[in-house]
């Protein structure tokens, strides 16, 4: 059985508004029902508390993507301005970086 590459929809480099709106509602929802989790444990300790504030800083970044999505930003690297590929954007839709540039600022 082979593939027929004529039959492979090509996917669209960039995310439409809509789509990267869908797919931030997504993250928001998944990180808000993890901190929910959190909030009902009986646990309070150290690893808790830092999966809390990861949590936050996700929610945050994903506020940020929904901004850039509105004034025309969104998908564009903050660090060298080129876009963002689009499977990244599909893994990580409230990234701010290309891989190149993520790396740099985590260095």
């Known amino acids: 059985m082979s593939l027929d590459a004529s039959r492979i929809e090509p996917r669209p480099e960039r995310l439409t508004a809509h789509e990267a709106r869908q797919r931030l509602e997504h993250a928001r929802n998944t990180r808000m029902t993890q901190l929910r989790a959190l ?38 690297c903050l660090g060298c301005g080129k876009p963002v590929p689009g499977e990244r954007l599909e893994i990580l839709p409230y990234t701010r970086y290309c891989v190149a540039c993520q790396r740099r600022a985590a260095a």
């Open 39 to 76: 909030g009902e444990s009986s646990q309070d300790d150290q690893l808790m508390s830092a999966q809390k504030t990861a949590i936050e800083r996700v929610l945050k970044e994903i506020e940020e993507a929904f901004a850039r999505v509105e004034n025309g930003s969104y998908g564009t």
